[in-house]
């Protein structure tokens, strides 16, 4: 009881060194920003790998609440009526930049919370910032293929080696089983690399987890929240899907964050304990 009670100290202590608050409205400003390039990436992708795009949809309607669905179906279909051939690479350059400023904003925060005293050289982190948007990338673009031709892949598999194809009925548990694996291995990467402090990767890994399951959990009753308790459609009219989209990003980047505190309450809990150890097995002279 004693080592959880330690544990929640340390944690407290590191939310008293951010403004949680103003990082998260910070993320969802520079999130919001890249919004509409991530669209126009998205369209241009599904137009020239011809993906089924009801498929991507239907995907998207089981996550996002119905009124911040309609805002984001009505770009993409609007971008895919009047696509080109330079759509993909604005998209992608668009996406990279303003999306970094919310990666960079991120290791600003986690700095503070691991309490580093000098922060890396401006260009350095805003080119790491930048390849850490190229990862998520492809990354993003690998759920959407295993999502959209999940079971064709799968069938493929069993074909290949010899399978029993029921392997695959459960196929809706499989498909977020890997769409929260991909968070996690996400996360545990941007946790490692990104604050400018020594971390081993098994100090992510509980951060890691607690923010992929709360992300997931809360993106869901979010949803449920938004569709049958809130009235922000007739309230604010077509401008409730943008505020909704706006929350739904500020709160997101919150449980980022407390991930990364998280973790730096582990790591000083551990150090502690591996002090309190060392002192006790040294010697008495």
Known sequence: MNKIKLFIQYFIANLKKVDISAV????????????FPMLLFLSALISYLHIDQDS??????????????????????????????????IGILGTIWS??????????ALDSVYSTAKR????????????FMIFLFI???SVAIIGVFGR??????????????????NYNIMRWSIVIFVIFTALVLLYRF???????????????????????????LFSIFIDNFSNYSAIYGSIGAVIILMLWFYLSGIIVIIGGMINAAYATYIK???SKKSVLETPYK
Do not use: C
């Open 152 to 169: 064709q892949i799968g069938l493929f598999i069993t074909k290949l080696f010899n399978l029993d194809f029921n392997i695959f009925e």
């Open 272 to 274: 502690t304990q591996l």
């Open 24 to 35: 998260g409205g910070q993320l969802a400003y520079f999130f919001f920003l890249s919004l």
């Open 194 to 220: 990104l604050p400018n402090h020594k971390i081993k990767f098994k100090e992510t890994i509980i951060g890691a987890a607690f923010t992929s399951i709360a992300w997931m959990i809360f993106s869901y």
């Open 120 to 131: 890396r050289n401006f260009f350095i982190q805003r080119v790491l910032s930048m390849f």
């Open 99 to 108: 999306a970094s400023n919310g990666v960079n904003a991120i290791g600003k």
């Open 56 to 89: 991507v949809y239907k995907m998207l309607k089981e996550i996002v609440p119905h009124d911040m669905f309609a805002l984001i179906q009505g770009l993409v279909d609007s971008l895919l009526n009047h696509q080109s051939a330079s759509l993909l690479s």
């Open 139 to 141: 990354m993003v673009g």
